[in-house]
Structure formats: structure tokens, C-alpha cells
């Protein structure tokens, strides 16, 4: 995905509802680093340990048809702020989250910062977690939403917040309740008290009535192309 300078850039996003069967995470372990291996022997439980495995296997294909380089020779590490980068290249920017069974990637390569996440969309959220992360403008408008929608919305704020934050790389260490939003036909649009940088765009992804998916962008040359699909595996068994 090779992006002239004048143009906006390119996203691909992929969705991908995993296998959970133990025999495909031994086989996607195969385009997995040392380092990631030995990360994924640590967790206790199947499901977190399928999670991570699945989500590094789908960031390595992704990143090899971008590079031309084989998922498994793919040097990829945390920056200082923890944010996973390709060891020696500032090129292309991408973006990782999971949640319950589905793993979502963002790659582009002509854009400043990236960041996807995504959550159940049946996600309950205590009134006191909501106060911790919305704005009061936020909760406003959550409480003039009929009740069967509120849930969703609440969610899907959340989602926007992560992928925002994930995008700057600095995660929680920035308080939520500083990064709000508003709507405008339809669209998700970040507001505060001063004049928000103009080339950071939001959208809430397509994907499935079980998963709510946000995508921040910021792109210096205008709001990015998006192209969505559904993951497929592909490969085979080594032999």
C-alpha cells in the first residue's frame, strides 16, 4: 500500500473471528517471534492465551503483504510508551485490539498516528465506570437515549476513547473524560474547550451486531480511505 504524498492515506482494516481450537494456535504460533512464544506460554487461561496468538498471527500476515517480508522475520517491539512498532521503520503505522473472540488490525502507511479497538457490544458498564471515562456532555446525552440503546452507546464511547488514546500511544495514562465526543450525521466528532486538531479523524466500524469497533486516524493529508474485511486463514500446515 504505497501512498503518494498528495493523497490521503489508505487503511485496511481486518476482522477476524478466530478458530479455538488448540491445533490452529500451535500452527499460528509458527509466524510468531521467540519473544512472542514465550509471552503467550505464560497466561493460565485458553482463551487470553488464543487471544494474543491469534492477534500477533493476524498483525504478521497483515504486515507481511504490506512489506514483502515473512510474517516470521517481522521485527516488531514497544516504544517507550509500550505501543508495538516494526523495529527500524517509522512505516506503516498499525494498530491491534481483541475482544471475546475477535481480533481487529488497522495497517496504513500514510498516515501520523493509528488506533483500533473494540469491545462486545453486550458489555455492561457500572453508572460509576461511565462517570470515569464521559464527559458530562457525555452522560447527558447517554441519558436522553432510550434505555434499550443506552448500553451500546456507552460502549461504543469507550471504544472511540481507546482507539484514540491507543492511536497517541499513551493509554490510560491520559484521563478519558479529556477526550469527547460528539455527533455529527451520524459521524463521531471530538470536541473540548479549545480548537481540536483538524486532521484527526473518528469512525465507529462495521463488523457485527456482537462487536462494537472504533478506528481513530490522524492523517495530515485529509480523512483516509477505509477498506474493511473479514479475515480469512488461509494457510496451511507446515509440512
Not at 111 to 118: E, F, N, P, R
Not at 146 to 167: D, I, N
Request: aromatic share 8%.
Amino acid at each position: 500500500m504505497h501512498q503518494p504524498e498528495n493523497q490521503p492515506a489508505g487503511i485496511e482494516i481486518a476482522l477476524w473471528q478466530y478458530s479455538k481450537h488448540e491445533g490452529d494456535w500451535n500452527r499460528w504460533m509458527q509466524s510468531l517471534s521467540p519473544d512472542e512464544r514465550e509471552r503467550a506460554a505464560t497466561y493460565l487461561f485458553d482463551r487470553d492465551r488464543a487471544s494474543f496468538v491469534a492477534g500477533r498471527y493476524l498483525l504478521r500476515r497483515l504486515l507481511s503483504m504490506e512489506t514483502g517480508t515473512p510474517p516470521a522475520k517481522l521485527l516488531l517491539s514497544p516504544d517507550n510508551h509500550g505501543k508495538l512498532r516494526r523495529e527500524g521503520h517509522e512505516r506503516p503505522q498499525f494498530s491491534l485490539a481483541n475482544a471475546d473472540g475477535l481480533v481487529a488490525a488497522a495497517v496504513a502507511s500514510g498516515c501520523d498516528h493509528l488506533g483500533i479497538d473494540c469491545e462486545r457490544a453486550d458489555t455492561e458498564i457500572e453508572a460509576a465506570a461511565v462517570d470515569s471515562y464521559c464527559s458530562a456532555d457525555e452522560r447527558r446525552w447517554l441519558a436522553e437515549l432510550p434505555a434499550s440503546e443506552r448500553g451500546r452507546a456507552a460502549v461504543a464511547l469507550w471504544t472511540l476513547k481507546e482507539s484514540h488514546l491507543k492511536a497517541l500511544g499513551v493509554g490510560l495514562r491520559e484521563d478519558p473524560r479529556n477526550v469527547a465526543f460528539s455527533w455529527k450525521d451520524g459521524i463521531p466528532v471530538m470536541v473540548d474547550g479549545s480548537d481540536r486538531d483538524r486532521r484527526w479523524h473518528h469512525r465507529l466500524v462495521e463488523s457485527s451486531s456482537q462487536h462494537v469497533v472504533a478506528l481513530a486516524v490522524c492523517s495530515q493529508t485529509g480523512f483516509p480511505g477505509i477498506s474493511t474485511r473479514l479475515f480469512q486463514d488461509d494457510s496451511m500446515p507446515s509440512e
